[in-house]
């Protein structure tokens, strides 16, 4: 039993300041304490194969064999046999799945890249593989059959999340060149001012021609830069995904171009709307006192 704990931790008003407690509870919680976490803790391991069990893995063992204990009555031999054999088939395929993400991820998660659907074949052959591999591995006990036919349902559910993984990949696409919006921003605005120079100061201001040859450069250079991009891009991966990027990059730009006009505008006429704005206001304030 443990001592008492002391009158000041009593009171309703205590902070939890543990020197408030008596010496002697504390040693003795110390004691109790590490004598359940740490000298009686018994690590749960399968019985056929000697191993390790996970928190999730081990429930599959607690609910297979409470299946089989539930009459209140010892079960049969096979009974104990099945148990034991859907036990390790679950924790199989939770293993296999979680191998096979893990593979996944790490080329096709979700924060990555797109990457070339020839990579991500071979990935996900890999993967596959891989995941067969650890299912085999873990369910070794129980009927040959059983076990395969666990095997083609983990298979066949792994094969519908890589067409997720697929999916995901495609719609990426649109990022590939979104990179480069600012480069493409910069050159569209560059040309415009260009053209307008042309035809509005060029004619008799040296420093229009100037300026003018400057953009001439920026834009030039920025389109010589997207273009060997897209060059590459149709070179690896074919004409469809080459427009899908570069309809990716003028909606990236053109909300480069949104957010930057708005910042605009807010610093030029402040965010309360413009003065048509305050005189409504204004009008509507008066309106109420009368």
């Given at each position: ?7 000041k931790?009593?009171r309703?008003r205590?902070?939890g300041?543990?020197d408030?407690?008596e010496?002697?509870f ?8 590490r004598?359940?976490f740490?000298?009686t ?6 019985i056929v ?17 409470t ?8 079960p049969?031999a096979v009974?104990?046999?099945?148990a034991?054999t859907k036990?390790?088939t679950?924790e199989a395929?939770?293993?296999?799945i979680e191998?096979?993400?893990?593979i996944?991820?790490?080329k096709?998660g979700?924060?990555k890249?797109?990457v ?16 067969r ?10 009927d040959?059959?059983?076990r395969e ?6 298979v066949?559910?792994l ?7 697929e999916e ?10 979104a990179?480069?919006?600012m480069f ?20 008799w201001?040296d ?7 400057l ?9 010589m ?9 149709y ?8 427009f ?11 909300h ?30 008066l309106?109420s006192?009368?």
């Amino acid at each position: 039993f443990l001592p008492h704990i002391g009158l000041k931790p009593l009171r309703k008003r205590w902070t939890g300041d543990l020197d408030d407690c008596e010496p002697g509870f504390k040693k003795m919680t110390g004691h109790f304490l590490r004598n359940v976490f740490d000298r009686t803790l018994v690590i749960k391991k399968d019985i056929v194969r000697d191993i390790e069990l996970t928190p999730k893995s081990l429930g599959y063992y607690i609910t297979s064999f409470t299946e089989v204990f539930k009459d209140g009555q010892m079960p049969e031999a096979v009974s104990l046999f099945t148990a034991m054999t859907k036990a390790t088939t679950l924790e199989a395929r939770e293993k296999a799945i979680e191998k096979y993400k893990i593979i996944m991820d790490s080329k096709a998660g979700p924060n990555k890249p797109y990457v070339k659907q020839e990579v991500l074949d071979n990935t996900m052959n890999k993967a596959l593989e891989e995941a067969r591999v650890e299912f085999k591995k873990i369910a070794a006990f129980g009927d040959q059959k059983q076990r395969e036919e666990a095997l083609l349902k983990v298979v066949d559910y792994l094969q519908e999340e890589g067409k997720r993984y697929e999916e995901a990949n495609r719609n990426r696409v649109g990022k590939i060149l979104a990179g480069s919006a600012m480069f493409a921003l910069i050159a569209t605005v560059a040309f415009v001012l260009d053209f307008f120079s042309d035809y509005t100061c060029d004619w008799w201001s040296d420093t229009c021609v100037q300026g003018s040859k400057l953009m001439k450069y920026v834009y030039t250079a920025a389109a010589m830069y997207i273009g060997t991009q897209v060059f590459f891009l149709y070179q690896g991966e074919g004409q469809i995904v080459m427009f899908k990027a570069l309809g990716g990059l003028w909606a990236e730009a053109s909300h480069l171009g949104m957010q930057y006009y708005q910042e605009y505008y807010v610093r030029r006429f402040g965010g309360g709307g413009g003065e048509g704005s305050k005189s409504l206001n204004s009008l509507m304030k008066l309106d109420s006192q009368e």
